[in-house]
């Protein structure tokens, strides 16, 4: 899986590599989350996507919830 991330996206890849391993290593949330620093929505809906795999039940509620608005956005309506 490593090598398809940091072939999908080089700019942020490493980021999110970073924060996977953090995740693993059962690292807290605001070490985790400073592994992934400022990446975009998309990625970072991703990262906590596999965080929620990765700890099941014990993923932060946060997390849980970014990834299905991150990664779901489109079916919510855009308010201007």
Known sequence: WREKVLASDP?????????VDAVRANASV????AALGNVSAINRGYA?????????????QAW?????????????????
Not at 11 to 19: C, G, I, K, L, T
Not at 68 to 78: D, S, T, W
Request: overall charge neutral; charged content about 30%.
């Open 11 to 19: 700019d942020e890849a490493a980021r999110m590599v970073a924060f």
């Open 64 to 80: 849980r919830d970014g990834a299905k608005r991150l990664l779901f956005n489109y079916e919510r309506p855009h308010l201007m």
């Open 48 to 60: 906590y996507t596999v965080a929620a795999v990765l700890r099941g039940q014990d993923c932060p």
């Open 30 to 33: 605001q070490q985790a989350e």
